[in-house]
């Protein structure tokens, strides 16, 4: 099995460079954090020090960064020192990055990589940190037909659906409709739980009979926002992440960007972005996209 460096070992670059080295890839880890390039390495991926320790001697090198500003620093070098790791790998490494970002941002990073002979593709995923460890994730790419199919050969051992959204950014660009939804899906599955609590039902019977019923969603059904109803969804664990609310604040913001630019009408997302934004203002960045229930219940 190829070499391959997996740069960004957050909630979901974790688990997915440990499901790469279940299927038998030698991977070399680096993140900014010590802590987590240690628990992969005790794992049996390569710790590294650097970008540059990490990429040498990769045949794919995959990121996995918290938005735009990481990845074009990662990609193309900072005014901090950081050189960029288009001018540290060798010939014919293969690209992914798998972070949500603008798509301009993903467009840039490829063209650049293009100008130096290298092959990219935008490749965020959906299926949060439970898809991510159980290796279930849909990956939404944008690329070459070539690049796309050399994407798969790697993706297929992270995710279960695996989708060739268009060129370069077009990737991105799906996954900011996803999460525009997301956020919106998410909020009015807070708003109404937090209704029917309020008028004296049970959620996890309130929860049941949405599940059954017209208001059914993937919020509902994997990642019950009320605390107790789910046993395994963050709510049920002090709103510990998951997927920071301060990651939907930004992803609801690109959607935005990229309405502003297409002209779009989007006011369900943006109401969605405001209340991300006074949930965040008030301390909850950190915590899990979920905890917005609480923005909900906040009169008791
Ligand atoms: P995270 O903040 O947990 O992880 C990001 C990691 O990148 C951190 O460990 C950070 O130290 C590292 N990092 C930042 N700059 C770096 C650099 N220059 N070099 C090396 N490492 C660096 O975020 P996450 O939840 O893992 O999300 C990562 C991306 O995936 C984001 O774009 C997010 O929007 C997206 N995403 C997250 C989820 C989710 O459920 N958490 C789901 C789908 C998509």
């Not at 440990?18 to 802590?35: T, Y």
Request: with cysteine; hydrophobic share 45%; proline share 3%.
């Amino acid at each position: 099995m190829s070499t391959i460096a997996f740069i960004g070992l957050g909630n979901m670059g974790a688990p997915m460079a440990e499901n790469l080295l279940k299927a038998g890839f030698s991977v070399q880890v680096f993140d900014l954090v010590k802590e987590a390039v240690d628990q992969l390495a005790d794992k049996g991926a390569v710790a590294s020090d650097s970008i540059e320790q990490a990429v040498k001697g990769a045949q794919t090198v995959i990121t996995m960064l918290p938005a735009g500003e990481h990845v074009r620093a990662v990609y193309l070098g900072d005014h901090s020192g950081g050189v960029g790791l288009l001018n540290l790998i060798e010939e014919n490494t293969f690209l992914i990055d798998s972070s949500t970002i603008d798509p301009e941002s993903a467009r840039i990073v490829a063209a650049q990589a293009a100008s130096k002979g290298f092959e990219f593709v935008d490749s965020p995923v959906s299926g949060g940190v439970a898809g991510a460890k159980a290796g279930t994730l849909t990956f939404i790419v944008g690329g070459t037909d070539s690049a796309f199919s050399k994407a798969e050969q790697i993706l297929k051992h992270m995710g279960k659906n695996i989708f060739h959204a268009g060129k370069a950014g077009d990737g991105q660009m799906g996954k900011i409709c996803n999460n525009l939804m997301l956020g919106i899906l998410m909020s009015g599955t807070c708003e109404a739980l937090n209704l029917g609590i309020d008028n004296g039902l049970d959620p996890k019977v309130l929860s049941n009979i949405m599940l059954q019923s017209s208001g059914r969603n993937w919020a509902l059904e994997l990642y019950n926002p009320c605390p107790g109803v789910m046993d395994n969804a963050p709510a049920s664990n002090q709103f510990q992440p998951g997927f920071m609310s301060k990651l939907m604040l930004k992803d609801l913001g690109l959607g935005l960007d990229a309405a502003a630019k297409s002209q779009s009408s989007v006011p369900m997302g943006a109401l969605a972005r405001n209340l991300y934004a006074f949930h965040n203002a008030n301390g909850n960045e950190e915590l899990d996209f979920s905890s917005l229930f609480e923005f909900y219940q906040s009169k008791k």
